[in-house]
């Protein structure tokens, strides 16, 4: 055994070196970290640098009895390791030399190398001073960055459901869920919340961002809620507000946003699901009576899940428009369902859905309708109008256009569902991370209590990467709904593609996350007390209302091809593969080895590599796709028929799109926090976010020679040492997400 004193200078440093060889931290790339800290040390001496350097040869490493030896001696140094300490580690070997000065050479080693306390904290046989979260940042600042402009509304809005009507409670009976979500959703509206996305005056504030962030907050209160609140005042008096007229609006939205009329929103069949313009539901002009007469001829032509059916009195009711003979299309009819008795009027059928995986407080129905008539007037005539004369007219001549330019305007819809979806996870993560923060179990050593179940390096890595993206995905959906709500951009298109794409991954996201919390708070997260339970059930038909995530996919694919102004055919797409092949030069050519083998942390952890390789696959990913479609219609495969054969393709390009849309929307946010402490932390978050989309995609980033086997495995490291690196900062993290302490009602978060 060697049993040498160590200098003063070396010993600050025995606890890095033990851990650097105990753990094998130091990759090759690494060395020279350690190597420059040491050689910029102004408190070592030549020989002491000397002997470190001889410590780090990888061809040469220091003997057994040397580590033991180092392992000895902190030891029996009865120092304490304190979690809590900015520098952990740093920090202990301070203490070791009696140094009330952190040396700064060392705090670049811990942090460059990523080295945290899961890394050490079994390996020393010292008293270790367990501390569940660090003060270093504040939860209140973090929660003011994500409210932004919405930060007295929110605060506001959050002291309202402070109130025993919005208790969350667990009701099995569906009749008596509906009715509490149905007194609250009134009680919502008749404070003026309901109304807050329409104009002045009809009682609101015309902020549907604002709007939009209250919806998130109602998921933390009842998912049963939240939706029962979209359905009532987005769908049914937003498709008032965004496709009728000025004499819609004074006839029925004050009414709508203050729940004295209640509507639904008939647009989906059971026959065609996503397939609007398909639909087979009838609404015939009668010139004689001058009324529309709305129809659902077949079986399977009904209205199908109608939130709200139960108890409106009346529905928006999208049907195919029939003038003269002539059907112009898909359009919107306000049709009254029941009287002042709420009674069925002649030709309506509503039956109940019935119980459903979740979401049971809202009443959803099936619709039937047998020749009823409306006057011409309920026609939602924004885009389109039959005149007194009883012929049709739209200042839209494009069929097409008309169809999407209508539909464009639902899309503050699909954002607000993208936004419940994530409140959702946001509250399974807060739910999660408070219980594994209290939650203790396993350890080897009987002198000290059993570990944090959050210090595990398997648990940091299963709930901090999905915390990175609740943040990228908030600011994201903030942008969209700011640039949807922009009225100076009357083109939606461009938007349309982004929340197709946004909506699905951030829905399919969000599932996931609940499920990986559930199984992170083990069988506690399976009662229904904690609420996990309830978000799970009620999150997962986000992925397929207000549109199925594959269809929306698909459609976001085919609106990045748009954006090249190709028309599927051979002569369309000479210009645009021209125009790709332009843009794509720089980056379609063979990727350098050296780049794709580059690991060193400060390329993968800058902001301008996760941008080039999203932008990379986005970009090949478009023209591998357009040349895919060329080949078939030169081949004389019909253009509908091409689009079957490359759906999977589509659907990557989707995805691909969509995440790079929500890091490059993330990283123009956060460069513009002011205070710098908290920018540096969210461009962490962001860097977690990019390299693990990254290292979930490895297989294609491979396939294509963009990245090597080295780089990819240095990917991975870099997740879980990011992962390790927030652990500290974990609960603030997702204290910083504002749920309101009234609303974590889980027991296992105490």
Known sequence: MITSDYSFGILQYIPFFYVIWSDDLLSASEISVVQKAIAQDASLTSNEKKQLQKWLDRENPPVDDEIKNWKQTIDHSYVKLIESDTYPLTS???????????????????????????????????????????????????????????????DVFRNFVDQPDFEWQIIRNKEDFRNRILEQVQLLGK???????????????????????????????????????????????????KLGTKKHHDQYLTDAGKTKLLGCFAMTETGHGSNVRGIKTTATYEKESDSIVIHTPGKSDNKEYIGNALHSKMATVFAQLIVNGKNEGVHAILVPLRNENHEELEGVTVEDNGYKLGLNGVDNGKIWFNNVKVP?????????????????FSSIKNPNKRFFTMLGTLV???????????????MALAIAVKYALNRRQFNDNVKIQEDLIMDYPTHQLRLTPAIAGAYVYHFTLEELMKRYSDDSQTDKRKIETQVAGLKSIITWFANQTIQECREACGGKGYLLENRI??????????????????????????????????????????????????????????????????????????????????????????????????????????????FLKVQTHLLALGKAYSVE????????????????????????????????????????????GYIGSTKSKAIRQRVERLSTELRPHIEVLVDGFGIPEHCLTAPITK
């Open 92 to 154: 202990l070997s301070q203490r070791l030399v009696n140094n009330d000065k952190l040396n700064e050479q060392l705090k670049h080693i811990e942090v460059h190398l990523g080295i945290q306390p899961n890394h050490y904290n079994h390996l020393f046989d010292v008293e270790v001073v367990h501390e569940k979260t660090s003060n270093e940042y504040d939860a209140t600042i973090l929660d003011g960055i994500l409210k932004g402009e919405h930060g007295k509304v929110v």
């Open 191 to 241: 404070n003026g919340y309901g109304a807050m996305a329409y104009p002045p005056e009809y009682g609101g504030t015309g902020n549907m961002p604002a709007y939009a962030a209250i919806f998130e907050h109602l998921m933390f209160v009842d998912g049963s809620l939240a939706v029962k609140f979209g359905v009532q005042f987005g769908l049914f008096g937003g498709s008032i507000q």
């Open 376 to 392: 011409r007037e309920n026609l939602l005539n924004k885009y389109g109008e039959i005149r007194d004369d009883g012929t049709y």
């Open 412 to 426: 503050g819809g699909r954002i607000c569902v993208a936004r419940g979806a994530l409140g959702g996870s946001k």
């Open 533 to 642: 339970a309830d978000l799970k059930g009620d999150v997962d038909i986000f992925t397929t209302f207000e549109g199925d995530n594959t269809v929306l996919l698909q459609l976001a694919a085919k609106g990045i091809l748009s954006d090249f102004r190709a028309e599927f055919n051979s002569a369309g797409f000479a210009s645009v593969l021209k125009l790709l092949q332009t843009q794509l030069s720089d980056k379609l050519t063979a990727i350098n080895p050296l780049y794709s083998n580059k690991v060193d942390a400060e390329h993968l952890y800058n902001p301008k590599f996760h941008k080039h390789a999203f932008s990379y696959r986005t970009r090949r990913l478009t023209y591998t796709l357009a040349m895919r479609i060329r080949n078939y219609i030169k081949k004389g495969v019909p253009s509908y028929q091409a």
């Open 661 to 704: 849309l929500a890091y490059i929307t993330f990283c123009d946010h956060y460069e513009n926090i002011m205070d710098l402490k908290y920018r540096g932390l969210m461009e962490k978050i962001g860097c977690l976010y990019a390299l693990d989309q990254i290292n979930s995609d490895a297989r294609w980033y491979l396939e294509q």
